[in-house]
């Protein structure tokens, strides 16, 4: 039993080893901005079939990974008569 909680305990101290130089490393980046395009004037009119067409993207990244929102407006659908 006892030869487990160190093994516990030696990963936790490696873990906390690594994401503390993992930390460090990403201070080291900086950002920048980039242009990746109008995306939402790149909207496929096929999409409003669907009933919606995207009115925003953004992308944000956050710590360790990035978000990606998409915000949609609502579009009429024309019915048959």
Do not use: H, W
Request: charged share 30%.
């Amino acid at each position: 039993m006892k030869d487990s909680e160190e093994m516990v305990t030696e990963q936790m101290m490696l873990q906390s080893m690594a994401n503390l130089q993992l930390e460090a490393l990403k201070k080291m980046f900086k950002e920048f901005p980039m242009e990746i395009g109008d995306l939402v004037k790149k909207n496929p009119k096929e999409a409003a079939c669907l009933g919606f067409n995207f009115s925003d993207l953004d992308i944000s990244f956050k710590k360790s990974f990035f978000q990606l929102s998409a915000y949609m407006k609502e579009v009429p659908i024309p019915r048959k008569s």
